[in-house]
């Protein structure tokens, strides 16, 4: 399991050689968690500190992830 609430990542690779971080959280509540407290452990920590900069930050659902409207 990864800490604080953290579901995991993917990185996409984006035509001229930029990078797309995709973050997901296991919940809406573990991510204004996470927003509050910064990255205060050192799993998260280790994973921002990879990101060069952050372009926009926005929250919404997976595709399936509870809701049968498709």
Do not use: C, Q
């Not at 399991?1 to 995991?8: A, E």
């Not at 280790?46 to 900069?53: G, K, M, R, T, V």
């Amino acid at each position: 399991m990864t800490p604080g609430g953290l579901g995991g990542g993917d990185v996409v690779r984006l035509p001229d050689d930029e990078w797309l971080d995709i973050v997901t959280w296991r919940s809406s509540e573990d991510f204004a968690a996470s927003r509050a407290k910064g990255a205060n452990l050192p799993g998260i920590a280790a994973f921002f500190a990879a990101i060069a900069s952050l372009v926009s930050s926005e929250e919404g659902d997976e595709p399936g992830a509870g809701d049968d409207e498709r």
